[in-house]
């Protein structure tokens, strides 16, 4: 589930609450291409990426805790090249509703042993809401250096943001105009009196180099540095933030022959380490004045992983165990040095066991993990309140049980049940300037179910293309087991942020006569807002829609498209502020959105 509370600001959780992020991506680990971008802390600047930085992507549900560390919410790789490429020249340009502006320019090589990327993106946008203009540039290049039986790949990009941040309506403010930013209220001042938005600068480096040493034995082995600058002025003060990380990963994979099957087995490590200063100053009407509080703060977390793998005729077995390894240290400066402090946690071993078995025409698999996610340093030193270095990590067991099946070669289903018992659950609050602050709330349980659904109504080898009709259904029942805070008892209240019920329903199409398009429509339940269950957002449909055409003439290459986002025109608020102090719940998403994009390449 991904949300955008306004342009720039997203959320993503993979089967999972994000409660904890109010904004940017917390408690799910993210690569990109093969350099973890998730900091020591387990927060990860989505965001910095581009549309065109994303060239395959693969998503792991549930803790990835033998291969992956720490972190509860499941694992996103992201690479940003195809395994094999072609020389290019390519130029887009998109425009469309409330200012949308869009530009691309690549240079795709691929000469010999070496493929290359060199591409340049800028996103305009003037926002649906006031106060919610977006400009984000970001300049990447990629490279893979392949030789027998080894590959140097090394990436770089730098990512230049600006975004405005609206704030949160309630909802006497939300119904009177939903387009509207925060209004001034007492001695607060409006958004666009604070001046609210950010401005934010992120660069990555990194190399990966894979080798295969024999026919059983291979490596991969990434070392990276990765550092943002955030300057936040908000209704309450100006943050400024210095986040430096580095690190490094070297997996290793032997494989040993059995009868009718392989063992593989997995080992190696990983480490991070941030140097972060952070700064919070006052805000005096968008101007930065004077200086309130310094903190240095040095995550660092190492994590040692091994997992086997036995795949025997229609067997797979895989077993795994990390042991985690997280501290901080941290001291504030101003407004007067204390005691350097620190919090570790030591020796966490987080076991996963998975059973697959696969039939003719379907397979059942479960699987048992147990995940670990401690406090990100947003959490621990939020800017909307008090520091909180005793906050305790969330950590519990998973366990699912999934179906997949292929019917009549056309039908494709996946259905998959899970239960998440989690402990120390950190949960969101709000203070009356719409800062965040955070708490643990106890135990929680998080079950559902998930289905999926593709029917090939036209098959790729079909002489007319391929259209595909897909569906899928999501039940999230989540709810607090025990949640007892000052003078309150939410426990079996819903966890607040989760819609019960959500799908998607669509129709793709692909013509070889180079027309090509979508229609999809996407629901969501109402949406618990606060921990007392007192206050929800509306239900919403949502439909999107697009046509297009594409042509080649030799080397020369066109693509034409035109669509529509929220074609209905809903009024749905996403991206909800959760525990909003005051009520300011709601971020009024996008009208009917319309937009045209246009695509020129030239191949090599």
Do not use: C
Request: net charge positive.
């Amino acid at each position: 589930r991904m949300e955008e509370r306004s342009p720039g600001s997203y959320r993503l959780n993979i089967r999972g609450s994000s409660l904890r992020s109010p904004f940017g991506v917390r408690n799910v680990k993210i690569y990109y291409n093969d350099i973890p971008i998730t900091d020591p802390t387990g927060f990860t600047y989505l965001n910095a990426l581009g549309y065109y930085n994303f060239g395959q992507m693969e998503i792991i549900k549930g803790p990835g805790s033998s291969l992956y560390g720490g972190g509860t919410g499941g694992v996103m790789l992201i690479q940003s090249m195809p395994d094999k490429d072609s020389g290019a020249i390519v130029g887009e340009y998109t425009a469309g509703s409330y200012g949308l502006q869009g530009l691309y320019a690549g240079l795709h090589t691929a000469t010999g042993s070496f493929q290359g990327r060199t591409a340049i993106q800028q996103l305009k946008s003037e926002g649906y809401r006031e106060h919610s203009a977006l400009d984000r540039t970001v300049f990447s290049w990629s490279g893979v250096l392949q030789g027998k039986g080894q590959s140097l790949r090394a990436s770089f990009f730098y990512s230049d943001l600006q975004y405005e941040t609206p704030g949160a309506l309630n909802s006497t403010e939300y119904a009177q105009n939903r387009r509207a930013s925060r209004p001034a209220a007492g001695a607060l001042p409006s958004a666009v009196g604070a001046g609210a938005r950010i401005f934010q600068k992120t660069a990555v480096a990194g190399l990966s180099y894979q080798r295969a040493w024999t026919g059983r034995l291979q490596s991969k082995t990434t070392v990276y540095g990765m550092a943002t600058s955030l300057n936040n002025p908000a209704i309450q003060n100006w943050g400024r933030n210095k986040e430096p990380h580095a690190g490094g990963r070297t997996v290793w994979t032997y494989i040993v022959p059995v009868q009718d099957g392989a063992v593989t087995l997995t080992g190696g490590t990983e480490w991070q380490k941030g140097f972060y200063s952070l700064q919070v100053y006052k805000n005096r009407g968008g101007i930065i004045d004077s200086l309130r509080t310094t903190d240095e703060v040095s995550p660092e977390q190492l994590v040692v992983f091994a997992q086997a793998n036995l795949a025997v005729q229609s067997w797979v077995l895989t077993a795994g165990l990390s042991r985690n390894e997280y501290r901080i240290g941290y001291q504030r400066f101003t407004p007067a040095a204390l005691t350097p402090g620190e919090r570790r946690f030591k020796n966490v071993l987080m076991p996963r066991v998975a059973l697959l078995k696969t039939f003719k025409t379907f397979s059942v698999y479960s699987s048992v993990a147990k995940g670990f996610s401690p406090p990100t340093t947003a959490e621990l030193f939020p800017t909307g309140g008090a520091a909180n270095p005793n906050l305790e990590p969330e950590q519990g067991w998973n366990s699912d049980l999934g179906f997949r099946a292929t019917l009549l070669k056309k039908l494709f289903v996946d259905v998959n049940a899970f239960l998440f018992r989690l402990e120390n659950s950190i949960t969101q609050q709000r203070n009356a300037a719409g800062g965040d602050f955070y708490v643990n709330s106890g135990a929680v349980r998080q079950q559902g179910i998930e289905a999926a659904l593709w029917y090939d109504l036209l098959p790729a080898r079909s002489p007319f293309g391929t259209v595909q009709l897909w569906a899928s259904h999501t039940l999230h029942h989540f709810r607090y087991k025990s949640y007892k805070p000052v003078n309150n008892d939410f426990s079996g209240n819903k966890q607040p942020g989760v819609p019960l019920n959500s799908g998607s329903v669509g129709i793709d199409a692909a013509l070889r006569n180079g027309l090509f398009g979508f229609v999809n429509s996407n629901y969501s339940s109402r949406v618990p807002l606060n921990d007392a269950n007192t206050a929800y957002a509306a239900r919403f449909v949502v439909t999107n829609a697009q046509a297009g055409y594409q042509h080649k003439w030799g080397r020369a290459g066109v693509r034409l498209a035109a669509g529509v986002d929220n074609l209905f025109n809903e009024r749905y608020s996403l991206g909800n502020d959760i525990n909003g102090f005051g009520g300011r719940f709601f971020n009024a998403a996008a009208g009917r959105t319309v937009y045209a994009t246009m695509r020129l390449q030239w191949l090599d």
